[in-house]
């Protein structure tokens, strides 16, 4: 699955000073040399829109047949999905409308796949989602209950000594559903690629405060699949206040000004000595 480069979006910025750092790639074929730096090119944007559509065309070649053999490969380029697969000897190339998505994120895109992939394999097999952001266990999590089969997370690599399988299915056990359905709102709330995190404050901590309070857990499931109503909306201050030390329900902005007041207000030794005189 690749990403899809759509404008406007929340990332345009970032792209466009990627842009101009990086070279423009063009990939004409198969005989092209392909970049000193591979690494690098990977992370230019249009390197990653060039190579899928290469893939897409190329990998329907006959001279193909011999490594795509005893496998399915599916392709998700552009909103599009295609699935490769040799047939006496010969390579098929077809559209399947299932899977085509209208999400620009790769990373939401694979909860897809791993249901569909659940959904024509036996009973009690493994599917196995190779990644390594965050963004992307806290999804499987999320949508696990859709899936039968045991869920694996693949991350690290053989190279470096830390290639290891993370059993999502185990922690989704662990967490329950409760917690299950409010961790898309929570991560966005406290720190992924769109939104900062709280002043040294990390995942532990207000994830160890959203388990204390059920209301914490239902104000963001429900932010994850509803419109924010007043209830939600104080519910989530509630809990932002908790995050810094207040134990009752306050305004933020009260419990904003206690906090600067209390770090940066006056203190006994700042206030003028009294003399006699004085």
Known sequence: MFETYEEPSIKDLEHN???????????TGPDQVRPKDISKALKSPSFKQQLPRFLMKEWASEHHAH???????????DGECVQFCV???RVERQLVARLNCNHPEADTRLCLHMIDADAHMPTGG???VRATDTDVLV???HHLHRVGANVWMEVGTSGRGNRRYVNVSAIACKLGPECRAALPAFHAYTGCDYTAAFARKGKKRPFAQLEKDDRFLQAFASMATNPVDEFTLQTIQDYTCALYGSRKSVSLNSHRYKVFEKAYGPKDT???LQTEGN
Request: glycine share 6%.
């Open 17 to 27: 000073r990627r842009e101009k750092e990086d070279a423009v790639y063009v990939i």
């Open 67 to 77: 490594v795509l053999s005893g496998r399915e490969i599916f392709l998700g380029v």
């Open 87 to 89: 047939v006496n000897d």
């Open 126 to 128: 493994d599917i196995v």
């Open 139 to 141: 999804m499987l999590l």
């Open 270 to 272: 700042d206030k003028p």
